[in-house]
Structures are given as structure tokens and as C-alpha cells.
């Protein structure tokens, strides 16, 4: 199977941030979701995966095409939307259709139209009039449109609404249907992560923590409640993320799952009364908090 | 007035009110040619027109200042309404494509000509006319000196080309800058109003000069023309589509006419008392006020008239004004040749006038047969 | 690295950068024609009025063209989405460098042909092309200074005080010039004389002018990235 991308040994560094020796591949159709606090890097290594930011070391390959020296064919494929990407306010939605349809020959206008009325845009409004969230639906319509084989998308459901956040999912899941074309997009929103990504990345401090199959995650990790005194060599267990005690009951959160850990533990005095498995957010947050790999 | 716009690269317009407004800017048009020729046996004129003729007659000036008051006006409207007219057709950009082929190229090329062939003819009547206009009289004294005054150059009757593509200018402008509404809530007080306003709007232009108007020649744009003919077209450009607003002054026709000519005659009046000095003064007040209030109320009584009686097609009418452009930027020169040929010939006024009428007519209506009418000028000037 | 141009991309941004330029065009055409009519007075007070309004047109053309193409871009985050289409740092670098010249040049050539026009069709001594010549030249260095510095500097101030020092800069260099003959001497008389100082000033002002553009584009061009 081809990748969408492959990045190997990356680093990047600027004054105040570093990111360092990434190496990851998304294979082609399918969906990455990368999940990191603000200033983890995810917005630099979507620079990198754009060919908007060179790398200080490593290699980055995007569609076959080595970044960022081919960065011009690469992004004739890439459909990049970013957080802090602004349309210009005194022209209306019309009109960047207008400029992006004649860079992109692919682009689908049948297809626009239909994105603009799911949408409930309006072209011949001027932009600098948009909220927030119409603003985030005419920047995934300029990207859509042009049928791109790798999105790219940076918090694409960051501060919408309930209404527009589902529209918005919607339209991505239409995507992710054509089994060509690939995703990656970052957010805070671990629910939406869970809800299309087939993959899962976890960046922190510009290092990567974890990257695999959403279901590898979702099955490897478990909260286990236990009773009794906890013995101190609990911690330096490897399978285990975070131990914490309440008295005598003690939380356990699991980042490798084992049927034969429930016995383990009654070995060394703990009582299990609940194993429940763990929601994307717990597992992201118990990962940073634990400092290391998930 | 010429037919700029509705040129033969367009296609023929159907719409009733374009052959009135077509037929309108034909007879405008003829107008202007015999304004021109009347101009040489004008009393008041006399002192300052290079073909003024040894006869002149009061009834010239009675006349002529009538015509000098509606036809710019009236060509400047329905100019505007083209304007909008063309843009609806073709875009912004095919106007600009349009002003460039059929008035921005025909200027830059035509204007030098006549430069150069009114000179001539001017400085060669200076020489040789044995009864010289006066002003004749004073350029055989000039060009004697050995430091000639300079005079700077002018656009000449073409003038009105070059606010054409002033006024083209503005439109773009007022377009780009979201002001084109302006005038088209002018249009929603109503069709008594708009009449009430419009001398108001022009009225500026008029104090700002002299009196009767000059042709706003020089090279620079004239605060008082702009004034003067910007409402008129902006008026025109906005009754694109709406000239039923219009309606209601049909019926008010011959007492806005009637007005007019009372209007017109107290202008006369006030004309006939003008001092000296005053022909070199900004026009005071109440003169503008004449002026402005005949302008505005002579257009618009011209404009009601034309759509209801010449909204027919008429074949000479238009002949009339697909040669107009032509003749227009013809008539001038030839004009001039013929009246000072005909300044040592002496004749009754009205048959000199005749004379020299017909033959620039017919020499620019041949002209236009065989020079333009089946050539590739008919696109450019036909 | 691959150093070709994407042509057609580039005449697309350059097309955009001129649709954006519009509505500022529009304004500065509307105050040049009431400069020239405040000029078709014939006034000294009129004369006054249009010359410095024409002056003031083309020092706010000079910097609002910079400032809303590149300055503002920045600022209002639109730079963002134009770096996700398929363009290279040079393809950039030569749309931005070429859209600011027209959006620049077409405004200057304007008021220079109406500065002409006026100096030829009116009483005042045609010598004065020289000196006004100078001065446009000087403003056409000024602006290629605030381009390249602002091509390269992101912060708004010092970019603004490229722009202000470089256009305030007329003041010394029409006291400097007005000492040479071959400017103060001709400036009176109806014939234009091109002396030998004034010309080798006229190549100084031209030669800098490109310099700086071609330093500015092959500083920005040589990046491998954006960031």
C-alpha cells in the first residue's frame, strides 16, 4: 500500500520549541487523528507535511513527492486548512472560489455548490462578514472542492457550534468514503478523533508519545479499581500508566491490557472490583501526565 | 450628438426606447452642427468667434443659446444611460474595451488632426481673408510679432470625448467604490422631484463659470464641467431600466416647456444688459439659476418628448445617427474652411448660413459613404 | 531544490493582489482627477492645492501598496491560505514583487503622464520636468527600499519606519538637487536640459531602484520554505 506521507527522523527547531526526531507514516485512505495541548507541535508538523516548513534533520515525503523541494506538485494534491488561516474579508466567498478554481483544475463545482449549500454559506457574501464557524466551512469548501488526495487539517472543529461541528464531521466522513483519499487533522476534541480517525497520534512537547490503530488504543488501555494496600513496586510496573491511591482503593490506569493482569494484581493483595475501558481523552491525558510513550 | 455607443459592432437594438434615444442623440447631433454654423452670425459672439461673419442677426443669439443650453446636456444623458446600458451588456470590462475602441483611439488620432487643420485654416485665413472676423484681425497682429503668444493646446470640440472618458473614469470609480446607487435613489423620490432637483444638482456648475458656458477645452478637467454634465449623466446611467419613472412627466410636457421658453427669454433679457466685464465673470446667481432650471427641466422635456414621438424606426433618423460620430468629428475643420472662405463673399446672413451648413453636411455625409460606411472605420467612428 | 517558476499560478496572484488593489485605485484616480481640476484653476492657491495633492497620492500609493499587500496579508492571517496553494517561496517571491510593482507603477505612471501634461499645457516653464523627474525618481527608490525591506522584515514598525524616513527623505534631496544648476538653472526656462549631474543622479536613483528589487527577490526566492 502506498503512504499519503511518510516522515522519518524529523526534526525542527526554532527559539522557544523543538520538535524532535517524529517518525510517521499515514497509509493512503486513511485517517489520522493527532491529538496534543496547545504548543505540542501539531501545527509545525503540518507545516512540515505542507512543505510550508523546511526540516532541521530527517525526511519528509508527501504523496511520493520528497518535501519541501517539490512542494508546488505536492500541494497541487493537498487540501491544507489551518486555525489561523484567514480569508480576505473585503471579497466574497464567490470570489476565492473563483481563485482556487482556476489553480486547481480538479476542482468539482457541483460539488462546491452542494458544500456551499449543506453549508448554508452564501457566495456572494464578503467573508470579513463570516462568524467563526462559517469561516471554518469556506475554508474545508475551498479545500474539499479541489478533491484533494491528502487533507490535512488543522482543529478543523475548534470553537463551532453543536450544528456546524456535525456538518463539518459529516462532510469529512463523505471524504474518508473514497478509500483514495487520506486525512490527517488534528484537535482538542478527542470525541471527534474517536469518531473518524483510524489512526491516533499523541504529540507532546514536540515529541511523539504514541501513534497506532484507534482500535489498538481503545483496546489496550483500561481503568482498573482495585482495593487494598498497594505495594510500592506497583509504580515500576511497565504495563501501567498511573497508580493512585484513595485510602485503600487504588486506581490503576492500564496502557497495556492483559487478561492475565486481574490475577497479577490479586497476587500482590489487590482486590479488583471494576475494569472499565478508557475514552480517548483519558488515555491522552494519563499519557502526558505519565511523561512517556503511551 | 454622435452615436458612440450603439455602434456597428453591436448588435441592432430592438427595444423602442432605444431607437428613441438613438433618434434623440441624432438630432442632437445635427444641433450641434448648426449651433456651430450659427455661432458666425451671433452678435454676441461676434467679438470672439475666428468665423464671425460680417452680417449678424439678435434672432442668431435667440436661437443659439436655446440649442447651447439643452443639447450637451441632453447628449450627456443619454450617454449615461448607454453607459449602464453597455455595462448590463458586456461588464466593466467590456465598457472599458468598448470607450478605448470607440472613443479613446478615435480622440487620440482625430484630435491632432483637427489641431493641425483648424490651425492652418486659421492662420491662413489670418493671412490672406480681406475682411477678417475680429478675432482674425487680432491673430494677424500676434502672429506679426516676432514673440508669438503661446497658447496652450485644447481638446477643441472634441471635449466631449475626452469627458466621455472622464465620466467612463468616474463611473468605474463610483462602481468600485460602492457609490453607484446614489443617483438611483434619486429615481425612487419620484419623477416630480427629480425634476424639482436636477437644476439644484447643475446649478453648481453653472456659477462656477461664465456666460453663456464655454466648451470646457482645456487639457485639465474643469471643476464647473464636471458640475455641469456629470449630473446629467449620472441621471442617465441610473434611468437605465427605470425610465418609467419618467411617466409622470408626460403629462406635464408643454407647461415644462412653456417654462422653459418664459425662462428662456428672461435669460435673453438678462443677457441683453450684460456689461464688458461681465462676459469675463462667474455668472451671478440668479442667471445660473435661469440657466441651471432650463438646462435640467429642456433636457428632461426633450428626453419625455423623444420617447413618446420618436420611438419608431425612422430610416433617416437612423442614417442619421450611425453617421453621427462621423460627423461630428468632421464638422468642425471643414466648417471653418467654409466660413472663411465665405467671410469675403457677401451674402444675405441666413443664405451664408445655409451655405455653409449644407456644404459641411454634405461633405461629411459623403465622407462617412465613402470613407466609413462600408469600411473598417465603421467600427471604430461608424 | 526545483527553482522553476509556476507561471500560471503566479499571473493568478498577481491578478489577485491587483483585484485586492481596486478599491484603493479607485481612490487614488478620484483624488488625482480633483488634483488636476483644483491645477485646471489656474490659480496660484489652486496650483498649490493640486500639486500637493498629487504628491500626497503618490506617497500614499507608494506606501498602501506595500502595506496592504504584504504587511496586512500578514497581519490579517490571509498569508496562510495563499502559502497552502501550490506556490514555492520564489513563485512567491516573484508574484508579490511583480503584483506590488504594477499596483504600484500603474498609479505612478498616471500622475507622472498628468504631471507632464500639466507642466506642457499650462504657463509654467517646461525646465521643470527635471526637477520633477528627480522627484518621482526619488519616490520610485523610495518605494523599492520599503518593498524589499518589507518583503523581508515582518514587524510593522520597522517597516513603517522604512517607509516614512525613505518618503521624508524628498525633503534634503530637493534642497541637495535644487543646489545644482543643471536643476535650479533650468527649472525657470522652456527648455529641458538633461546635465551631467542630474543624469548620473537619474542612473544612481534607477540602478539602486533595481538593486534593491533584485536583492529582494533573490534573498526571499533562496528559501527552501516559508517557515
Known amino acids: 500500500m502506498n503512504a499519503a506521507f511518510a516522515i522519518a527522523g524529523v526534526s525542527k527547531r526554532y527559539p522557544q520549541f523543538a520538535l524532535q526526531d517524529i517518525t510517521l507514516t499515514l497509509p493512503e485512505g486513511q485517517v489520522m487523528g493527532l491529538v496534543g495541548v496547545n504548543g505540542a507541535g501539531k501545527s509545525t508538523l503540518l507545516r512540515l507535511l505542507t512543505g510550508l516548513a523546511a526540516p532541521d534533520a530527517g525526511q519528509v515525503e508527501v504523496l511520493g513527492q520528497r518535501l519541501p523541494e517539490a512542494q508546488v506538485a505536492a500541494k497541487r494534491r493537498i487540501g491544507f486548512a489551518s486555525e489561523d488561516m484567514r480569508l480576505y474579508r473585503g471579497q466574497t466567498l464567490a470570489w476565492h472560489i473563483e481563485l482556487v478554481r482556476r489553480i486547481y483544475p480538479e476542482w468539482d463545482s457541483a460539488y462546491a455548490a452542494s458544500l456551499m449549500r449543506r453549508f448554508d454559506l452564501r457566495a456572494d457574501q464578503p467573508t470579513g462578514g463570516f462568524s467563526h464557524g462559517q469561516r471554518v466551512k469556506a475554508l474545508l469548501l475551498l479545500c474539499l472542492a479541489r478533491r484533494p488526495q491528502l487533507l490535512l487539517l488543522d482543529e478543523p472543529t475548534t470553537g463551532l457550534d453543536p450544528v456546524a461541528r456535525a456538518e463539518v464531521l459529516e462532510s469529512l466522513a463523505e471524504v474518508l468514503r473514497d478509500e483514495r483519499r487520506s486525512v490527517l487533522f488534528s484537535s482538542h476534541n478527542t470525541h471527534d478523533v474517536e469518531q473518524l480517525a483510524d489512526t491516533i497520534t499523541f504529540l507532546h512537547g514536540g515529541r511523539l508519545l504514541a501513534s497506532a490503530d484507534k482500535e489498538r488504543f481503545l483496546g489496550d488501555w483500561r481503568r482498573v479499581l482495585c482495593l487494598g494496600d498497594a505495594p510500592d513496586a506497583l509504580s515500576t510496573w511497565p504495563e501501567l500508566a498511573q497508580v493512585r491511591n484513595a485510602g485503600r482503593q487504588i486506581e490503576l490506569k492500564v496502557r497495556r491490557w492483559d487478561d492475565a493482569l486481574p490475577e497479577r494484581l490479586a497476587h500482590v493483595g489487590l482486590d479488583v472490583q471494576r475494569i472499565d475501558p478508557m475514552g480517548l481523552e483519558d488515555i491522552f491525558v494519563t499519557t502526558v501526565r505519565a511523561g512517556g510513550a503511551a | ?382 | ?227
Open chain 3, 1 to 227: 531544490m526545483n527553482r522553476e517558476l509556476n507561471w500560471p499560478t503566479i499571473r493568478l496572484l498577481i491578478v489577485k493582489d491587483w483585484q485586492l488593489f481596486q478599491k484603493q485605485l479607485a481612490a487614488y484616480l478620484l483624488a488625482a482627477f480633483v488634483a488636476l481640476a483644483f491645477l485646471g484653476l489656474a490659480k496660484p492657491w489652486a496650483f498649490y492645492i493640486g500639486s500637493l495633492l498629487l504628491i500626497i497620492i503618490l506617497v500614499a500609493v507608494a506606501c498602501f501598496a506595500i502595506s496592504t499587500s504584504l504587511l496586512t496579508e500578514r497581519k490579517e492571517q490571509t498569508l496562510a491560505f495563499v502559502m497552502s496553494l501550490p506556490v514555492s517561496p520564489l513563485d512567491f517571491t516573484v508574484a508579490k514583487l511583480v503584483g506590488n510593482l504594477a499596483t504600484f507603477l500603474v498609479p505612478f505612471v498616471i500622475i507622472g503622464l498628468c504631471t507632464a501634461l500639466v507642466i506642457f499645457s499650462t504657463p509654467l516653464p517646461n525646465g521643470l520636468m527635471v526637477l520633477t523627474t528627480l522627484v518621482f525618481a526619488h519616490i520610485l527608490l523610495a518605494y523599492c527600499v520599503s518593498l524589499a525591506v518589507a518583503m523581508r522584515i515582518e514587524s510593522e514598525g520597522w517597516n513603517t519606519f522604512v517607509m516614512i524616513a525613505s518618503m521624508v527623505m524628498i525633503n534634503p534631496f530637493l534642497m541637495a538637487i535644487g543646489q545644482l544648476h543643471g536643476v535650479s538653472g533650468v527649472a525657470r526656462g522652456d527648455a529641458i536640459t538633461w546635465s551631467g549631474p542630474v543624469l548620473a543622479i537619474l542612473s544612481a536613483q534607477l540602478v539602486l531602484s533595481l538593486s534593491c528589487l533584485a536583492f529582494a527577490a533573490w534573498w526571499n526566492g533562496r528559501k527552501p520554505a516559508f517557515y
Open chain 2, 1 to 382: 450628438m454622435p452615436n458612440l455607443d450603439t455602434g456597428a459592432a453591436v448588435a441592432a437594438p430592438t427595444d423602442a426606447r432605444i431607437h428613441a434615444l438613438d433618434h434623440l442623440r441624432a438630432l442632437a447631433m445635427l444641433a450641434g452642427v448648426l449651433f456651430h454654423a450659427a455661432l458666425a452670425y451671433s452678435p454676441l459672439m461676434h467679438a470672439f468667434w475666428p468665423t464671425a461673419y460680417r452680417a449678424s442677426s439678435p434672432w442668431v443669439d435667440a436661437l443659439a443659446w436655446l440649442l447651447h443650453l439643452v443639447r450637451m446636456p441632453l447628449f450627456f444623458l443619454v450617454a449615461g444611460y448607454f453607459t449602464t446600458w453597455l455595462i448590463e451588456r458586456r461588464g466593466m470590462t467590456g465598457l472599458m474595451q468598448h470607450r478605448v475602441r470607440r472613443i479613446l483611439v478615435p480622440f487620440l488620432l482625430a484630435w491632432p488632426l483637427v489641431h493641425v487643420a483648424m490651425s492652418a485654416a486659421t492662420r491662413q485665413a489670418a493671412h490672406t481673408v480681406q475682411n477678417p472676423s475680429p478675432f482674425l484681425s487680432m491673430l494677424r497682429e500676434w502672429l506679426a510679432l516676432p514673440d508669438s503668444p503661446w497658447m496652450p493646446p485644447g481638446t477643441g470640440h472634441l471635449w466631449f470625448l475626452y469627458y466621455l472618458l472622464l465620466f467612463t473614469a468616474l463611473v468605474w470609480i463610483a462602481r468600485t467604490l460602492g457609490w453607484s446607487g446614489l443617483f438611483i435613489r434619486l429615481l425612487r423620490l419620484g419623477a416630480a422631484r427629480v425634476a424639482l432637483l436636477l437644476p439644484l444638482l447643475v446649478l453648481p456648475g453653472f456659477l462656477l463659470t461664465t456666460t453663456p458656458h464655454p466648451a470646457p477645452e482645456s487639457l485639465l478637467p474643469q471643476f464647473w464641467a464636471v458640475a455641469l454634465y456629470g449630473p446629467f449623466f449620472a441621471l442617465g446611467a441610473a434611468l437605465h431600466g427605470r425610465l418609467d419613472t419618467l411617466q409622470r412627466l408626460r403629462r406635464w410636457l408643454w407647461p415644462m416647456l412653456a417654462t422653459c421658453l418664459l425662462l428662456y427669454l428672461a435669460f435673453l433679457f438678462q443677457l441683453s444688459r450684460f456689461g464688458n466685464e461681465d462676459w469675463m465673470r462667474h455668472a451671478p446667481w440668479s442667471t445660473a439659476l435661469l440657466q441651471a432650471c432650463i438646462a435640467g427641466w429642456g433636457t428632461l422635456a426633450i428626453l419625455v418628448a423623444g420617447l413618446r414621438w420618436l420611438a419608431r424606426p425612422n430610416a433617416w433618423l437612423a442614417y442619421l445617427s450611425r453617421s453621427a460620430y462621423w460627423t461630428y468629428l468632421l464638422h468642425l475643420p471643414v466648417l471653418f474652411a467654409v466660413q472663411y472662405a465665405l467671410l469675403d463673399v457677401a451674402l444675405a446672413w441666413p443664405i451664408a448660413f445655409l451655405v455653409a451648413s449644407g456644404i459641411t453636411l454634405a461633405v461629411c455625409l459623403l465622407s462617412y459613404e465613402l470613407l466609413v460606411r462600408r469600411t473598417r472605420l465603421r467600427h471604430w467612428v461608424g
